[in-house]
């Protein structure tokens, strides 16, 4: 598992136009919690913050360097727990969420599906399916994988894999249901099925609809004439 260097500088807690202030500069909020200890509010470099990211993904092990006005500079080992981004603008960084971990104890954490190859069932008119892109596994920090390679190029219509198929080297635990279905290939759909269907009317059934239809316009002449 990867792990990198990041630095940041305690700060007040912040009025929402602080914090907006802040980003204008490039700037972005964040804070640490866990381990019962006290939440520390921080400022990170926005520019930093992302080649972090694009380098290690939010999976990576970080070594937090948090600089105090007056204090020595201390060190926190953390994990990224959630980061906020622009709804419009996903490379805008709008607030982070560090926690801090114990490198001998467990955690839990989402890792990425890497899915390999074109399934056999493709081929012949069937439709791949990615059901999901992650699953949650829980293990020490310093085994967390960076990914989980599938190779799919066997899939045949009608076939699928479930995350029981996943390769846990180490001591991984699947926190996952092992029945969960990660990717599958579907029977493509018979042309019957995409056209629309129409059904017989009754007899009476059209003329019924054609007097319904004349209803409105005879309220609304009522109307008019009050």
């Known amino acids: 598992m990867e792990r990198l260097e990041l630095e940041a ?21 964040a804070v640490i919690y866990g381990r019962g200890e006290d939440n520390l509010p921080l ?28 204090k ?11 980061i906020q981004r622009d709804m419009l603008y996903q490379d805008r960084i709008l607030h982070v969420d560090f926690i801090r971990i114990s490198m001998t104890d467990k ?11 074109d399934p056999a069932g493709v081929d012949e008119g069937g439709v791949l399916s990615l059901v999901t892109r992650v699953v949650d596994v829980r293990c020490l920090p310093g085994d967390i994988p960076e990914q989980f390679d599938i190779d799919i190029s066997e899939l045949n219509i009608g076939d699928s ?14 926190i996952t249901p092992p029945e969960t279905t990660l990717a599958q290939v579907l029977a493509p759909m018979a042309e019957e099925e995409l056209e629309p269907v129409e059904e017989e009317l009754e007899e009476g059934e059209e003329v019924a609809d054609e007097e319904a239809e004349e209803e409105p316009a005879a309220e609304e002449s009522e109307e008019e004439s009050q």
């Open 9 to 29: 500088t305690t700060r007040p807690s912040m009025s929402k136009g602080e914090r907006n202030h802040m980003r204008r500069e490039n700037m972005v909020p």
């Open 43 to 70: 400022a990170l470099d926005g520019r930093t913050l992302r080649q972090v990211l694009t380098t290690g993904g939010s999976n990576v092990l970080l070594d937090l360097k948090v600089k105090s006005r007056g």
């Open 72 to 82: 020595k500079t201390r060190q926190e080992t953390v994990m990224f727990k959630d």
């Open 107 to 117: 955690i839990e954490v989402a890792v990425h599906l890497n899915f390999l190859g």
């Open 161 to 174: 894999i479930t995350a029981e198929s996943l390769v846990l080297e180490g001591d991984i635990e699947l």
